[in-house]
């Protein structure tokens, strides 16, 4: 069974940084795109970067400048590193991993359980 687990969140003051971890653990053959997203209650989730098995990332305009994703490949692991926060930066943050369990396996979508960042202003 794959898991996704998240960790780094918490809470930081406008200005300050955060570094979110997510590491996918179980029977895992290949980690396609993978990435971030938040979630405000009340509102969609929204994407905040995402990077391929090739390094290309992908960032929403909001972050553009202050995020910084990365991942370590041999340990299955994304980085979204979070300088300069804002108070709207607040949100629950999601892992996200476009995965196949096998080379065989078509690749899924499979979602961390969040972590919640807070920005005070």
């Known amino acids: 069974q794959v898991h996704l687990v998240e960790s780094g969140g918490g809470l930081a003051q406008a200005g300050g940084s955060l570094r979110l971890s997510c590491a996918a653990s179980g029977e895992i053959s290949s980690i396609n795109t993978t990435g971030w997203y938040r979630q405000i209650p009340g509102k969609t989730r929204e994407l905040v970067a995402t990077?391929?098995?090739?390094?290309?990332?992908n960032y929403v305009d909001s972050v553009k400048g202050r995020f910084t994703i990365s991942r370590e490949n041999a340990k299955k692991t994304v980085y979204l590193q979070m300088s300069s926060l804002k108070p709207e930066d607040t949100a629950v943050y999601y892992c996200?991993?476009?995965?196949?369990?096998?080379?065989?396996?078509?690749?899924?979508?499979?979602w961390g359980q969040g972590t919640q960042v807070t920005v005070s202003s």
């Open positions: 996200h991993a476009a995965l196949r369990v096998n080379w065989r396996a078509a690749f899924e979508d499979y």
């Open positions: 990077i391929s098995s090739g390094g290309s990332t």
